[in-house]
Protein backbone atom coordinates (compact mmCIF):
# COMPACT_ATOMS: atom_id res chain seq x y z
CA UNK A 1 0.00 0.00 0.00
CA UNK A 2 0.68 3.75 -0.13
CA UNK A 3 3.34 5.26 2.31
CA UNK A 4 1.57 7.20 4.86
CA UNK A 5 2.70 10.14 6.85
CA UNK A 6 3.96 9.50 10.36
CA UNK A 7 2.30 6.03 10.42
CA UNK A 8 3.48 3.96 13.36
CA UNK A 9 0.34 1.23 14.22
CA UNK A 10 -2.91 0.94 15.82
CA UNK A 11 -3.15 0.16 19.35
CA UNK A 12 -4.78 -3.24 20.30
CA UNK A 13 -4.34 -5.98 22.28
CA UNK A 14 -1.82 -8.22 19.91
CA UNK A 15 -1.41 -12.13 20.36
CA UNK A 16 1.98 -13.09 19.09
CA UNK A 17 1.16 -16.62 18.79
CA UNK A 18 0.61 -17.99 14.99
CA UNK A 19 1.51 -20.03 12.01
CA UNK A 20 4.35 -19.89 9.34
CA UNK A 21 5.54 -21.66 6.62
CA UNK A 22 7.13 -21.50 3.32
CA UNK A 23 6.31 -23.63 0.42
CA UNK A 24 8.16 -24.53 -2.63
CA UNK A 25 5.68 -25.34 -5.69
CA UNK A 26 7.36 -26.29 -8.54
CA UNK A 27 9.96 -22.98 -9.71
CA UNK A 28 8.21 -20.89 -7.06
CA UNK A 29 8.14 -19.99 -3.59
CA UNK A 30 5.32 -19.73 -1.49
CA UNK A 31 4.99 -18.20 1.75
CA UNK A 32 2.20 -18.06 4.42
CA UNK A 33 1.75 -16.83 7.73
CA UNK A 34 -1.21 -16.60 10.05
CA UNK A 35 -1.40 -14.43 13.37
CA UNK A 36 -4.78 -13.97 15.64
CA UNK A 37 -5.07 -10.77 17.35
CA UNK A 38 -7.58 -9.02 19.64
CA UNK A 39 -9.18 -5.69 18.71
CA UNK A 40 -12.21 -3.99 21.33
CA UNK A 41 -12.55 -7.75 22.88
CA UNK A 42 -13.14 -8.82 19.09
CA UNK A 43 -10.88 -12.11 18.07
CA UNK A 44 -9.11 -11.72 15.13
CA UNK A 45 -7.27 -13.53 12.11
CA UNK A 46 -4.54 -11.84 10.05
CA UNK A 47 -3.44 -13.75 6.87
CA UNK A 48 -0.55 -13.64 4.43
CA UNK A 49 0.67 -15.07 1.76
CA UNK A 50 3.32 -14.32 -0.81
CA UNK A 51 4.62 -16.12 -4.24
CA UNK A 52 7.77 -15.75 -5.45
CA UNK A 53 8.31 -15.40 -9.35
CA UNK A 54 12.62 -16.33 -9.72
CA UNK A 55 13.00 -15.94 -13.17
CA UNK A 56 11.36 -12.54 -13.14
CA UNK A 57 12.79 -11.64 -9.92
CA UNK A 58 9.23 -10.26 -8.87
CA UNK A 59 6.84 -11.38 -6.17
CA UNK A 60 3.40 -11.04 -5.40
CA UNK A 61 1.54 -10.91 -1.80
CA UNK A 62 -2.05 -10.62 0.06
CA UNK A 63 -3.38 -9.99 2.83
CA UNK A 64 -6.83 -11.66 4.43
CA UNK A 65 -8.00 -10.32 8.03
CA UNK A 66 -11.20 -10.02 9.10
CA UNK A 67 -12.88 -11.40 12.73
CA UNK A 68 -12.02 -15.15 12.76
CA UNK A 69 -15.73 -16.59 12.41
CA UNK A 70 -15.63 -15.31 8.85
CA UNK A 71 -12.24 -16.36 8.42
CA UNK A 72 -13.29 -19.74 7.47
CA UNK A 73 -15.60 -18.58 5.03
CA UNK A 74 -13.15 -16.69 2.76
CA UNK A 75 -10.19 -18.58 3.25
CA UNK A 76 -10.76 -21.06 0.61
CA UNK A 77 -11.72 -18.19 -1.85
CA UNK A 78 -8.12 -16.70 -0.36
CA UNK A 79 -6.67 -20.11 -1.09
CA UNK A 80 -8.03 -20.31 -4.30
CA UNK A 81 -6.45 -16.68 -5.87
CA UNK A 82 -3.03 -18.25 -4.68
CA UNK A 83 -2.87 -21.27 -6.48
CA UNK A 84 -3.90 -19.18 -9.15
CA UNK A 85 -0.99 -17.48 -8.67
CA UNK A 86 1.08 -20.37 -8.48
CA UNK A 87 0.14 -21.41 -11.71
CA UNK A 88 0.92 -18.49 -13.27
CA UNK A 89 3.74 -18.66 -16.22
CA UNK A 90 6.34 -17.18 -15.13
CA UNK A 91 7.41 -16.14 -18.36
CA UNK A 92 4.56 -14.34 -19.14
CA UNK A 93 5.14 -11.09 -20.95
CA UNK A 94 3.34 -8.16 -20.29
CA UNK A 95 0.85 -6.94 -23.15
CA UNK A 96 1.88 -4.07 -25.42
CA UNK A 97 1.59 -1.25 -24.97
CA UNK A 98 -1.69 0.15 -27.20
CA UNK A 99 -0.74 3.62 -27.45
CA UNK A 100 -4.38 4.35 -26.47
CA UNK A 101 -5.17 7.17 -24.24
CA UNK A 102 -3.35 7.05 -20.49
CA UNK A 103 -5.46 6.36 -17.08
CA UNK A 104 -5.18 10.01 -16.24
CA UNK A 105 -7.12 10.74 -19.94
CA UNK A 106 -9.33 8.29 -19.14
CA UNK A 107 -10.32 9.37 -15.83
CA UNK A 108 -10.54 13.39 -16.86
CA UNK A 109 -13.22 12.26 -19.48
CA UNK A 110 -14.91 10.01 -17.28
CA UNK A 111 -15.90 12.84 -14.87
CA UNK A 112 -16.93 15.45 -17.98
CA UNK A 113 -15.40 18.25 -16.37
CA UNK A 114 -12.56 20.44 -17.64
CA UNK A 115 -9.14 19.35 -16.95
CA UNK A 116 -5.36 19.62 -17.57
CA UNK A 117 -2.74 16.90 -16.95
CA UNK A 118 0.19 18.02 -15.16
CA UNK A 119 3.70 16.50 -16.15
CA UNK A 120 4.65 14.14 -12.86
CA UNK A 121 8.13 16.14 -12.50
CA UNK A 122 5.63 19.29 -10.76
CA UNK A 123 7.18 20.41 -7.39
CA UNK A 124 5.12 20.86 -4.27
CA UNK A 125 5.29 24.56 -4.97
CA UNK A 126 4.58 24.78 -8.56
CA UNK A 127 1.53 22.77 -7.48
CA UNK A 128 0.42 25.43 -5.44
CA UNK A 129 1.18 28.40 -7.47
CA UNK A 130 -0.63 26.36 -10.75
CA UNK A 131 -3.42 25.41 -8.29
CA UNK A 132 -4.39 29.02 -7.21
CA UNK A 133 -3.49 30.43 -10.99
CA UNK A 134 -6.57 27.62 -11.93
CA UNK A 135 -9.51 29.17 -9.41
CA UNK A 136 -11.84 31.80 -10.90
CA UNK A 137 -15.69 32.52 -10.17
CA UNK A 138 -17.35 30.21 -10.38
CA UNK A 139 -15.12 27.10 -10.40
CA UNK A 140 -12.80 25.55 -8.11
CA UNK A 141 -9.54 23.76 -8.93
CA UNK A 142 -9.09 20.34 -7.69
CA UNK A 143 -5.95 17.71 -7.80
CA UNK A 144 -6.85 14.17 -8.71
CA UNK A 145 -4.28 11.55 -8.53
CA UNK A 146 -5.95 9.05 -11.50
CA UNK A 147 -7.22 6.05 -10.30
CA UNK A 148 -9.60 3.22 -11.56
CA UNK A 149 -12.15 3.56 -9.10
CA UNK A 150 -13.56 6.30 -10.73
CA UNK A 151 -14.96 4.09 -13.61
CA UNK A 152 -16.69 2.08 -11.55
CA UNK A 153 -18.38 5.29 -8.91
CA UNK A 154 -22.20 5.53 -9.24
CA UNK A 155 -23.44 8.53 -10.77
CA UNK A 156 -23.86 11.31 -8.06
CA UNK A 157 -27.36 12.47 -6.79
CA UNK A 158 -28.22 16.15 -6.19
CA UNK A 159 -27.88 17.13 -2.98
CA UNK A 160 -29.66 19.45 -0.81
CA UNK A 161 -27.96 22.58 -0.18
CA UNK A 162 -27.09 24.07 3.22
CA UNK A 163 -29.81 24.36 5.69
CA UNK A 164 -31.97 22.06 3.53
CA UNK A 165 -33.55 18.98 5.14
CA UNK A 166 -30.97 15.82 4.69
CA UNK A 167 -27.78 18.29 5.03
CA UNK A 168 -25.68 17.16 7.58
CA UNK A 169 -23.95 19.89 9.97
CA UNK A 170 -20.55 19.38 10.06
CA UNK A 171 -19.61 20.41 13.48
CA UNK A 172 -22.59 17.98 14.79
CA UNK A 173 -21.12 14.94 12.56
CA UNK A 174 -17.94 15.01 13.66
CA UNK A 175 -18.96 15.42 17.46
CA UNK A 176 -21.00 12.10 16.62
CA UNK A 177 -18.92 10.55 15.43
CA UNK A 178 -15.99 11.29 18.24
CA UNK A 179 -18.97 9.70 20.58
CA UNK A 180 -19.06 6.61 18.46
CA UNK A 181 -15.40 5.79 18.69
CA UNK A 182 -15.43 6.17 22.48
CA UNK A 183 -18.46 3.70 22.95
CA UNK A 184 -15.39 1.34 21.68
CA UNK A 185 -13.61 1.91 24.50
CA UNK A 186 -16.59 1.41 27.20
CA UNK A 187 -16.88 -2.42 27.51
CA UNK A 188 -13.77 -2.27 30.59
CA UNK A 189 -11.65 0.07 32.82
CA UNK A 190 -8.50 -1.01 30.48
CA UNK A 191 -10.38 -0.05 27.91
CA UNK A 192 -11.65 3.27 29.13
CA UNK A 193 -7.83 3.99 30.36
CA UNK A 194 -6.79 3.36 26.89
CA UNK A 195 -9.07 6.04 25.52
CA UNK A 196 -8.06 8.32 27.85
CA UNK A 197 -4.37 8.05 26.92
CA UNK A 198 -5.60 8.52 23.32
CA UNK A 199 -6.98 11.80 24.30
CA UNK A 200 -4.35 12.83 25.99
CA UNK A 201 -3.62 16.45 25.03
CA UNK A 202 -0.15 17.63 23.76
CA UNK A 203 2.07 19.76 26.11
CA UNK A 204 5.21 19.90 24.52
CA UNK A 205 4.18 22.89 22.24
CA UNK A 206 6.65 21.35 19.70
CA UNK A 207 6.33 21.60 15.52
CA UNK A 208 6.69 18.98 12.87
CA UNK A 209 8.42 20.44 9.69
CA UNK A 210 8.19 17.54 7.63
CA UNK A 211 4.32 18.01 7.27
CA UNK A 212 3.94 21.19 5.62
CA UNK A 213 3.81 19.94 2.46
CA UNK A 214 1.74 18.30 0.05
CA UNK A 215 1.84 14.52 0.29
CA UNK A 216 2.41 13.55 -3.90
CA UNK A 217 2.89 9.92 -4.62
CA UNK A 218 4.97 11.01 -8.19
CA UNK A 219 5.54 7.07 -9.13
CA UNK A 220 1.96 6.98 -8.91
CA UNK A 221 2.01 9.88 -11.16
CA UNK A 222 3.96 8.85 -13.35
CA UNK A 223 2.33 5.17 -13.91
CA UNK A 224 -1.01 7.20 -15.03
CA UNK A 225 0.07 9.66 -16.81
CA UNK A 226 -0.07 12.90 -15.02
CA UNK A 227 -1.91 14.81 -11.96
CA UNK A 228 -5.17 16.00 -13.45
CA UNK A 229 -5.85 19.16 -12.42
CA UNK A 230 -10.02 19.25 -12.75
CA UNK A 231 -11.59 22.91 -13.16
CA UNK A 232 -14.90 22.01 -11.40
CA UNK A 233 -18.01 24.40 -11.59
CA UNK A 234 -18.69 25.34 -8.24
CA UNK A 235 -19.56 28.33 -6.31
CA UNK A 236 -17.64 27.17 -2.88
CA UNK A 237 -15.05 25.02 -2.22
CA UNK A 238 -17.05 22.29 -0.32
CA UNK A 239 -19.42 22.28 -3.82
CA UNK A 240 -16.03 20.07 -5.34
CA UNK A 241 -17.83 16.62 -3.78
CA UNK A 242 -21.09 17.50 -5.44
CA UNK A 243 -19.61 16.89 -9.03
CA UNK A 244 -15.94 14.05 -7.92
CA UNK A 245 -16.86 10.79 -6.45
CA UNK A 246 -15.00 10.18 -2.86
CA UNK A 247 -15.86 8.71 0.16
CA UNK A 248 -18.38 6.35 1.47
CA UNK A 249 -15.77 3.34 1.94
CA UNK A 250 -14.80 1.75 4.97
CA UNK A 251 -14.97 4.42 7.66
CA UNK A 252 -14.85 7.74 5.05
CA UNK A 253 -17.42 9.81 5.23
CA UNK A 254 -19.51 10.02 2.02
CA UNK A 255 -19.95 13.15 -0.58
CA UNK A 256 -22.64 14.36 1.61
CA UNK A 257 -20.49 14.16 4.77
CA UNK A 258 -17.36 15.54 3.11
CA UNK A 259 -19.33 18.54 1.98
CA UNK A 260 -20.52 19.68 5.55
CA UNK A 261 -17.36 18.68 7.46
CA UNK A 262 -15.44 20.87 4.54
CA UNK A 263 -17.75 24.02 4.95
CA UNK A 264 -17.25 23.98 8.72
CA UNK A 265 -13.92 23.67 8.26
CA UNK A 266 -13.67 26.48 5.58
CA UNK A 267 -15.48 28.46 7.78
CA UNK A 268 -13.61 27.85 10.66
CA UNK A 269 -9.88 27.65 9.48
CA UNK A 270 -10.07 28.43 5.77
CA UNK A 271 -9.45 24.71 4.65
CA UNK A 272 -9.49 24.18 1.02
CA UNK A 273 -9.28 20.53 -0.55
CA UNK A 274 -6.67 20.57 -2.87
CA UNK A 275 -5.82 16.79 -3.55
CA UNK A 276 -7.31 13.62 -3.78
CA UNK A 277 -5.97 10.13 -4.15
CA UNK A 278 -7.78 6.72 -4.15
CA UNK A 279 -8.39 6.91 -0.65
CA UNK A 280 -6.60 10.48 0.54
CA UNK A 281 -7.59 13.93 1.13
CA UNK A 282 -5.79 16.88 1.40
CA UNK A 283 -6.54 20.46 2.79
CA UNK A 284 -4.75 23.58 2.04
CA UNK A 285 -5.44 26.07 5.10
CA UNK A 286 -5.74 30.24 3.89
CA UNK A 287 -5.12 31.02 7.50
CA UNK A 288 -3.21 29.47 10.67
CA UNK A 289 -5.10 27.89 13.46
CA UNK A 290 -4.77 29.53 16.89
CA UNK A 291 -2.52 27.39 19.53
CA UNK A 292 -6.28 26.95 21.57
CA UNK A 293 -8.12 25.76 19.37
CA UNK A 294 -5.34 22.70 17.63
CA UNK A 295 -6.70 20.62 20.25
CA UNK A 296 -10.37 20.69 19.53
CA UNK A 297 -9.46 20.45 15.57
CA UNK A 298 -7.31 17.15 16.11
CA UNK A 299 -10.25 15.35 18.15
CA UNK A 300 -12.04 16.54 15.47
CA UNK A 301 -9.56 15.36 13.01
CA UNK A 302 -9.73 11.95 14.55
CA UNK A 303 -12.99 11.66 14.23
CA UNK A 304 -13.21 12.29 10.44
CA UNK A 305 -10.46 10.10 9.70
CA UNK A 306 -9.58 7.58 12.80
CA UNK A 307 -6.74 6.26 10.83
CA UNK A 308 -4.65 9.38 11.97
CA UNK A 309 -4.43 8.30 15.49
CA UNK A 310 -5.68 4.38 15.18
CA UNK A 311 -2.77 3.15 11.96
CA UNK A 312 -0.58 6.32 12.60
CA UNK A 313 0.30 8.77 15.79
CA UNK A 314 -1.22 6.53 18.06
CA UNK A 315 -2.79 9.91 20.16
CA UNK A 316 -4.52 13.19 19.44
CA UNK A 317 -1.78 14.47 21.31
CA UNK A 318 0.47 13.39 19.12
CA UNK A 319 -1.42 14.52 16.18
CA UNK A 320 -1.60 18.08 17.76
CA UNK A 321 2.44 19.22 16.89
CA UNK A 322 1.67 17.89 13.24
CA UNK A 323 -1.01 20.87 12.77
CA UNK A 324 1.18 23.35 14.27
CA UNK A 325 2.57 26.12 11.61
CA UNK A 326 1.34 23.63 8.82
CA UNK A 327 -0.75 25.05 5.78
CA UNK A 328 -1.48 21.18 5.01
CA UNK A 329 -3.77 18.10 6.41
CA UNK A 330 -3.58 15.09 5.08
CA UNK A 331 -6.26 12.45 5.92
CA UNK A 332 -6.40 8.80 5.00
CA UNK A 333 -8.58 6.10 5.63
CA UNK A 334 -7.27 2.55 5.22
Not at 98 to 120: D, H, N, R
Amino acid sequence: SEPKPAASGKPAERNTNGAENCQQMGERTVYRAAYRASYQNTPCIYRFSMVYFPKKGTCVWMMLNGVAKKMEEYGAVFDQLIQDLVCLDPDLEPEEETGGPSLAEQVGAALGLEYEILLPQTSDKELLRIWNMAARPGVQPLLLLPDECVFNAAPLPEYPQPGEAGRPDGAEFLQKRLEELKEGFAHSPEDQAVWQNIMTPDTSGQMVAENHKLFVHWEEVEKAGGLLLLKVPAAHPWDVFRRVPFGGFNACPDNLEQMAVCRYWHNGYGAVPILLGRDTLQFYLRRQPSEQSLYQLACEMFAFSEDLVFQGVETVGALEPLLRGSNFWFFWWD
